[in-house]
């Protein structure tokens, strides 16, 4: 669909000539014949561009019938699209390097650069893009110029779900320049299938003229087949971070074991907190000064009666306490070197002695039958 303007767009204006107006055919000096007028939106603001179309003046030269564009054109925007490649560029970087979603791309051209494009078309320009990036990583020439001045290669292959239920994602990687080579969606990964990707591989280092030195991968039968058929001899390892997560299996199902056994101990915050709130409620009802926005700001002088200073503060660390306790019982982040089990004990060893840090410093009084409720650590 065409895109739509409003009336008041200020554009810029860029005339764009034929620069070389030699008649490709017979070389006779081109006449202009005609204007191209293009609207699109640059990250500078709304441009017209107007295209001057050239064509040889002899009606008799086959190139009187065709017109010539100005062949800047191209370098400006793609044909027919309402954005130049400032904006095409700009969407598929932050979809493709930053992660950003259509809708907050969307949101951020709007908002930015007052640039108003619909979900679908930011989908398409995205899909341009992504097949633009994809040829230039192919690219044999770029790709010859990367690997000049590398002797050996180290390639490595894994297959990745993007979610759960897509079809597999074959992907090649050469690990010394840290590229992906390609990648290709496999419904089913038979023995063959993952052999044909792994012999493209070995078209790809020949024809860069370069020695395979190494294969890296999990190591699945298929993997394992398809490189001993297709590079005998060459060495072929077990990727570190796979290795370490299977070294680690009863490592952290032995933490999680260890995780749940301490959730199990330390629990009951809520009652803690919901004692504490009454609490709190019910020595607001009989010092009203504390309801007072003034009186509560100024908590910590002496113009509030001290009992219910002492009173409020006690909760507020009691309240605050209770916080820090489930961060720590729902922190779930790290792998196999930095175990969340371990990670827990250490905290709730300090919040342990913490709290008993406090009751040393003040034995007795409120504070003491408020954490006398606590479950140890
Ligand atoms: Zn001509």
């Not at 952290?252 to 907190?273: F, N, P, T, W, Y």
């Not at 609490?279 to 309801?291: C, F, G, L, V």
């Not at 009666?305 to 006690?314: C, F, I, L, Y």
């Not at 070197?337 to 709290?355: E, F, K, Q, W, Y």
């Amino acid at each position: 669909m065409a895109y739509r303007w409003p009336a008041d767009t200020d554009f810029a204006l860029l005339e764009l000539d034929v620069l070389d107006r030699d008649c490709p055919v017979c070389g006779r000096m081109m006449y202009i014949c005609d204007h191209r007028y293009r609207y699109f939106h640059t990250l500078d603001g709304p441009m017209e561009l107007v295209c001057k179309l050239n064509h040889c003046p002899d009606p008799d030269c086959p190139g009187h019938a065709k017109t010539k564009s100005p062949e800047l054109e191209i370098a400006i925007a793609l044909p027919k699209l309402a954005i130049g490649w400032d904006v095409l560029c700009w969407i598929g970087h932050r979809r493709c390097s930053r992660h950003w979603s259509i809708t907050q791309i969307q949101a951020e051209l709007l908002d930015a650069y007052g640039i108003k494009l619909s979900a679908d078309a930011i989908a398409d320009h995205i899909q341009r893009y992504q097949v633009m990036l994809a040829a230039r990583q192919q690219d044999p020439q770029s790709l010859r110029r990367q690997y000049e001045s590398v002797d050996k290669i180290i390639l490595s292959i894994d297959g990745l779900q993007p979610e759960k239920g897509h079809e597999t994602l074959y992907v090649v990687r050469e690990l010394t320049q840290k590229r992906v080579w390609f990648a290709e969606p496999l419904i089913s990964a038979t023995n063959e299938e993952v052999q044909r990707l792994i012999a493209k591989a070995k078209e790809w280092a020949a024809s860069l003229g370069k020695t395979v030195v190494l294969w890296v991968s999990d190591k699945q039968d298929a993997f394992v087949k398809g490189i001993a058929a297709e590079f005998p001899g060459v060495t072929h390892r077990y990727c570190d971070n796979h290795f370490l997560r299977d070294a680690a299996k009863p490592v952290l199902e032995a933490d999680s074991h260890a995780k749940v056994q301490m959730r199990r101990k330390v629990r009951g915050l809520r009652k803690i907190e919901q004692a504490v709130l009454k609490h709190e409620r019910a020595s607001a009802e009989q010092n009203p000064a504390i309801n007072d926005p003034e009186a509560t700001l100024t908590v910590s002088t002496e113009s509030v009666n001290p009992k219910v200073t002492e009173v409020d503060s006690a909760c507020a660390v009691v309240l605050a306490y209770c916080t820090a306790v489930r961060g720590i019982r729902n922190d779930d982040q790290g792998g196999p070197l930095n175990p969340p089990g371990l990670r827990m004990t250490a905290a709730l060893n300090d919040v342990h002695d913490s709290i008993q840090r406090n009751l040393d410093a003040k034995k007795g009084g409120l504070q003491k039958s408020n954490l006398a409720a606590w479950p140890s650590a």
